[in-house]
């Protein structure tokens, strides 16, 4: 089944405030859209979600390591052990990592440890079947796969690849492991989101989705191997204001990518753990003072690699505990719900 642009759905009125944003001083750079009140919200928290996208990362675990470009979702044991740990130890916090899964990882013979997750109220959602770039302009541009392998697409648009790549992740998940599928999220982070293409935000709509996370605001890196001073953990936290929730014209919601992901931190910057916990506790603070919403972003397949003893999810859950009432850990469908 191929994807025709021109198909329309009929949406709520959605009602948007005019303010700058939500923490008060940057505006939402690039994105162009004011933000959406949260409507059924009486007793806001600062919402802190935990996010975990389960395929390969190349660089992992070791630098050289570029296969997995090519197959992104065979998981490797560590991975895949990684996510379930994780899942408990959020869980054990009163809270739940949403995931967001590659759709070749239902190929895998054993799924036990992926229906485990889902069993625990985890939950699962669509991160296209062959990580695809919903970006791309040409089939050249969708996926290393395919540039290997064209044949595979051989006489379909792009906008049809892409829309059968998500999908058949949706079928995949019901049909192979009983999940229903919960959200998408784009592979790869767009500094627009997906800012003037109604044309996937009503592909998503037709797909049945409600909300995205396409949106990772532009921020500073540092030097390969540098540690980052004062001025680019500011930076962070102001591109973490950017990094909040708001409605697209179409109706679809936005829910943005917090910097910095495990792979900015760990692949570009090549820092040290001890960076990259320091910048977690700095964004969530300012996150939790400011009642706002922290998306922590971040893949098994890397943060497994240089954080096994899960201090980055430990400190999220102690943070949130040590902020009592004023934050909770909630997952992309609970903040979706504030806004519909």
């Not at 070791?62 to 996510?83: F, M, S, V």
């Not at 595979?152 to 949706?170: H, M, Q, S």
């Not at 390969?224 to 936290?237: A, H, M, R």
């Not at 320091?278 to 690699?305: M, N, Y």
Request: net charge negative; hydrophobic share 40%; aromatic share 10%.
């Amino acid at each position: 089944m191929a994807y025709f642009p021109g198909r329309k759905l009929s949406r709520r009125h959605w009602m948007h405030s005019t303010a700058g944003t939500l923490f008060g001083s940057v505006p939402l750079a690039n994105a162009g859209h004011s933000w959406a009140n949260l409507l059924h919200d009486d007793n806001p928290r600062a919402k802190i979600a935990i996010t975990l996208d389960l395929e390969m990362s190349r660089n992992f675990p070791r630098r050289e390591d570029t296969h997995w470009d090519y197959e992104k979702g065979n998981l490797n044991d560590a991975a895949k052990t990684y996510a379930v740990e994780a899942a408990k130890r959020v869980k054990q916090c009163g809270g739940h990592i949403h995931f967001f899964c590659v759709g070749r990882v239902l190929e895998q013979p054993n799924i036990d440890w992926l229906k485990s997750i889902a069993s625990e109220g985890h939950p699962i959602g669509n991160h296209t079947y062959d990580h695809v770039n919903l970006l791309a302009t040409s089939t050249q541009e969708l996926q290393f796969r395919f540039q290997r392998s064209p044949w595979l697409i051989e006489g379909r648009t792009t906008a049809e690849v892409i829309y059968d790549n998500i999908r058949l992740t949706t079928m995949a998940l019901q049909q192979r492991a009983s999940i229903e599928n919960r959200g998408f999220r784009t592979p790869g982070g767009f500094s627009t989101g997906l800012q003037g293409r109604e044309d996937l935000q009503e592909m998503l709509l037709n797909l049945g989705f409600k909300w995205v996370s396409s949106f990772y605001p532009a921020h500073s890196y540092t030097a390969p191997q540098v540690e980052p001073d004062e001025s680019l953990f500011d930076n962070l936290i102001a591109a973490s204001e950017q990094a909040q929730p708001f409605a697209y014209p179409t109706g679809l919601i936005e829910i943005p990518m917090s910097p910095i992901s495990d792979i900015g931190a760990f692949r570009t910057g090549q820092w040290k753990l001890e960076w990259f916990l320091e910048a977690i506790r700095r964004v969530v603070q300012a996150t939790i003072a400011k009642k706002a919403t922290f998306d922590f972003l971040a893949h098994p397949s890397c943060l497994g690699v240089v954080d096994p003893e899960f201090k980055a999810i430990d400190l999220i859950c102690e943070l949130v505990r040590e902020a009592g009432e004023a934050a909770e850990i909630v997952d992309l469908d609970q903040i979706a719900a504030n806004y519909l």
